[in-house]
T-cell receptor, first 112, second 122 residues
């Protein structure tokens, strides 16, 4: 298995633009998580899905953030409009029943 | 709510020596999982070791071992025979083992500490 695949690896965008981050979880995993990593706040959970259904989105900062999981093999995290304070590394992770978590390589987002 | 605390922002060790990274957590649950993740400069999050709270035996993976003190809510990581490739950020993480079945899945969010940056001197 290729592991959890995230794209793009780096994204630089201008303030106000829409940004879409993508994630392909490991085949067979039934839970998917989006985390954000910053120096100040560390690793924070944004949202997670079980069997493609959003379970807990309490970590989503505000209405500018949205996430979807249309099927078991694909998820997106969208920021619209983006702001400089959204600059961070965004990780996607997947697991089967929470025993072993596999992380993607992350997307480094820079909003200028 | 559960919290994870890593009190050492930075640590340094000489190559081939042993170093211990500290982690404490707060929870009212009796059953849970604890993890150590390594994040090298490549930023990939790599699972180092995992411990189930119901197991009294400390987990070991090659040069990596833990000292799990359930009553003290402490979960330290010991790295023996340190190598240059061990230099990285290390994160301690907690996960409840209570399976809240939501749409066929489990409530398995990882709660992370702020991390410890480990440097290895040649």
């Amino acid at each position: 298995d290729a592991g959890v695949i995230q794209s793009p690896r780096h994204e630089v965008t201008e303030m106000g633009q829409e940004v879409t981050l993508r994630c392909k979880p490991i085949s067979g995993h039934n839970s998917l998580f989006w985390y954000r990593q910053t120096m100040m706040r560390g690793l924070e959970l944004l949202i997670y899905f079980n069997n493609n259904v959003p379970i807990d989105d309490s970590g989503m900062p505000e209405d500018r953030f949205s996430a979807k999981m249309p099927n078991a093999s694909f998820s997106t995290l969208k920021i619209q409009p983006s702001e400089p304070r959204d600059s961070a590394v965004y990780f996607c992770a997947s697991t089967l029943e929470g025993y072993g978590y596999t992380f993607g390589s992350g997307t480094r987002l820079t909003v200028v | 709510a559960q919290t994870v605390t890593q009190s050492q922002p930075e640590m340094s060790v000489q190559e081939a020596e042993t170093v211990t990274l500290s982690c404490t957590y707060d929870t009212s649950e009796s059953d849970y999982y604890l993890f150590w993740y390594k994040q090298p400069p490549s930023r990939q999050m790599i699972l180092v070791i995992r411990q189930e709270a119901y197991k009294q035996q400390n987990a070991t993976e090659n040069r990596f071992s833990v000292n799990f003190q359930k009553a003290a809510k402490s979960f330290s990581l010991k790295i023996s025979d340190s190598q240059l490739g061990d230099a990285a950020m290390y994160f301690c993480a907690y996960r409840s083992s209570s399976l809240v079945m939501n749409y066929g899945g489990s409530q398995g969010n990882l709660i992370f500490g702020k991390g410890t940056k480990l440097s290895v001197k040649p």
